[in-house]
């Protein structure tokens, strides 16, 4: 079963508009990552926040962690069409050694012009 | 443009055949790890080496090798392919082992098997 779990599937908003994406996960974790694709191209990486960290910012991307709840939300403010993509929380779990991230099935965002 | 490249960004097969996809990592890293992108399953990991050495393994399946060179480029081996087995091919970097580390995603090699 998939470590991380988005919600929603789908979003579509109104350019200017705030992205609100949530990511629930089950086992402890060292970080959390979110990534980017645009269809059918490769991951970009957004942003990294660590188990011990409750937020972080970076532009227009605001990440929360509440490890209590195994949760974690991606706030994109005043949304840009170019922002129109899929949107991937992973978790890197905490192992014996190595690293793998456990990624979710995605948010769709739609923003229109 | 991550740096991490990956060849071919194309490819087309049939069924019973072999493979090899190869992967070179940004700059100084010196980890390597493969994921697979399908319609059906999602992104998986599927294995992980650190300065040439296998460091974690995920669902990967037995037709399925990869290896890392000395000059720290990758290669996955994909043999008796599948149809299943169609897919986006991603490799990933970072600087050592992973641990907190961010992964950097190559742009992928598409898999069609027919």
């Known amino acids: 079963s998939q470590q991380g779990e988005e919600d929603p599937q789908a979003l579509s908003i109104q350019e200017g508009e705030n992205a609100t994406m949530n990511c629930s996960y089950k086992t402890s974790i060292n970080n959390l990552q979110w990534y980017r694709q645009n269809s059918g191209r490769g991951l970009v990486h957004l942003i990294l926040?660590?188990?011990?960290?409750r937020e972080k910012h970076s532009g227009r991307l605001r990440v929360t962690l509440d490890t209590s709840k195994k949760s974690s939300s991606l706030l994109i403010t005043a949304s840009r069409a170019a922002d129109t993509a899929s949107y991937f929380c992973a978790t890197d779990r905490r192992e014996t050694s190595g690293s793998r991230l456990t990624f979710g099935e995605g948010t769709q965002l739609t923003v229109n012009p | 443009d991550s740096g991490v490249t990956q060849t071919p960004k194309h490819l087309i097969t049939a069924t019973g055949q072999r493979v090899t996809l190869r992967c070179s990592p940004r700059s100084g890293d010196l980890s390597v790890y493969w994921y697979q992108q399908s319609l059906d399953q999602g992104l998986q990991f599927l294995i992980q080496y650190y300065n040439g050495e296998e460091r974690a393994k995920g669902n990967i399946l037995e037709r399925f090798s990869a290896q890392q060179f000395p000059d720290l480029h990758s290669e996955l081996n994909l043999s008796s392919l599948e149809l299943g087995d169609s897919a986006l091919y991603f490799c990933?970097?970072?600087?050592?082992?992973?641990?907190?580390?961010?992964?950097?995603f190559g742009p992928g090699t598409r898999l069609l098997v027919l």
């Open positions: 990933a970097s970072s600087p050592l082992a992973g641990y907190q580390e961010t992964q950097y």
């Open positions: 926040i660590r188990s011990n960290e």
